[in-house]
Nanobody, 117 residues
């Protein structure tokens, strides 16, 4: 079955960095568009970054442009989110999502990122 497992979250000070990973199985990873979303307490889930499967084009939310980088390794069935210059407002549960064109394949269980001094 489809599995998406996030890792790499934790507590970091403002200005610090974290690298999230999402390991995928149960579907054709190389044919899937992969995204990272986040949800802060009391807020709706929002798109953070997307990497398109066929041309590797990336899309970012304005709030993370220049600080976050999404990448993928199709040989390892893994998508990454490198997060630099972290701010307290980046605190959220981060989820990875897989899609095949407009069809949702699945979500991960989420990993907590807390940015605090």
């Amino acid at each position: 079955q489809v599995q998406l497992v996030e890792s790499g979250g934790g507590l970091v000070q403002p200005g610090g960095s974290l690298r999230l990973s999402c390991s995928a199985s149960g579907f054709i990873f190389s044919s899937s568009t992969m995204s990272w979303y986040r949800q802060a307490p009391g807020k709706e889930r929002e798109l953070v970054a997307t990497i398109i499967n066929f041309d590797m084009r990336t899309i970012y939310a304005d709030s993370v442009k220049g600080r976050f980088t999404i990448s993928r390794d199709n040989a390892k069935n893994t998508v990454y989110l490198q997060m630099n210059s972290l701010k307290p407002e980046d605190t959220a549960v981060y989820y990875c999502q897989a899609r095949r064109i407009a069809t949702l394949i699945g979500w991960g269980q989420g990993t907590q990122v807390t940015v605090s001094s």
